[in-house]
């Protein structure tokens, strides 16, 4: 069965503060991995896919990679606004099911 | 362009009644997924459908079933509601039906009583 795994449950960084969520995932035949933004009350909003190890995907301050056993997305000089739950979810098999994490709970002090 | 939509919001119901949820996807997708996110857990795969016909199903009971419309819109309907059952109940639309980032809407949120 297909597993993904995020650290931390919940980070607080200060303003500026950089730091990395990290996703690891078991899966058999990986045909994705997902990284969405979620805030309270609301549905994911998609960030990146990423298909193979060794690929990297940048969006603003955000910038995510990926290995064979892990995914990391990496928040440069995070402001407020990117305060948000981060989850992480794989796709394998040959239909859309997407396995989701529990995801990072990011808060950015101003 | 119109994201995904869902209805209703809200709603609040009391063991053992029915619901339905509704969902319209981006214009151009043929797929439909949906998804039950508990307070504090990731979104747990329900079903999904492309093409009006069932692609995939989770591991919920049969209590749950859901149908596309020709239209390419979808209800989830749930009978003899439990307290377990109350969640956000996310809709997903892509364009694929084996593969592709999910686009998803606000959700309806279910309080079971």
């Known amino acids: 069965e297909d597993q993904v795994t995020q650290s931390p449950e919940a980070l607080r960084l200060q303003e500026g503060e950089s730091s990395s969520l990290n996703c690891s995932y078991t899966?058999?035949?990986?045909?994705?991995l997902f990284w969405y933004r979620q805030d309270p009350g609301k549905g994911p909003e998609f960030l990146f896919t990423?298909?193979?190890a060794g690929e990297e995907k940048e969006k603003e301050r955000l910038k995510a990679t990926l290995t064979k056993k892990e995914s990391f997305l990496h928040i440069t000089a995070p402001k407020p606004e990117d305060s948000a739950t981060y989850l992480c979810?794989?796709?394998?098999?040959?239909?859309?099911?997407?396995?989701f994490g529990t995801g990072t709970k990011l808060q950015v002090i101003p | 362009d119109a994201g995904v939509t869902q209805s209703p919001t809200h709603l609040i119901k009391t063991r053992g009644q029915q619901v339905t949820l509704r969902c319209s996807p981006i214009?151009?997708?043929?797929?439909v997924s949906w998804y039950q996110q508990v307070l504090g857990q990731g979104p747990q795969f329900i079903f999904q459908?492309?093409?009006?016909?069932?692609?995939g199903r989770g591991n919920f009971p049969d209590r749950f079933s859901a149908r596309q419309f020709p239209n390419y819109s979808s209800e989830l309907n749930v009978n003899a509601l439990l307290l377990g059952d109350s969640a956000l109940y996310l809709c997903?639309?892509?364009?694929?039906?084996?593969?592709?980032?999910?686009?998803f809407g606000e959700g309806s949120r279910l309080t079971v009583l």
């Open positions: 990423l298909y193979s």
């Open positions: 997903a639309s892509s364009q694929g039906g084996i593969f592709g980032e999910l686009f």
């Open positions: 214009s151009g997708h043929k797929s």
């Open positions: 979810a794989v796709q394998a098999g040959g239909y859309q099911k997407v396995t």
């Open positions: 899966v058999s035949g990986l045909r994705g």
């Open positions: 459908y492309y093409e009006k016909e069932e692609r």
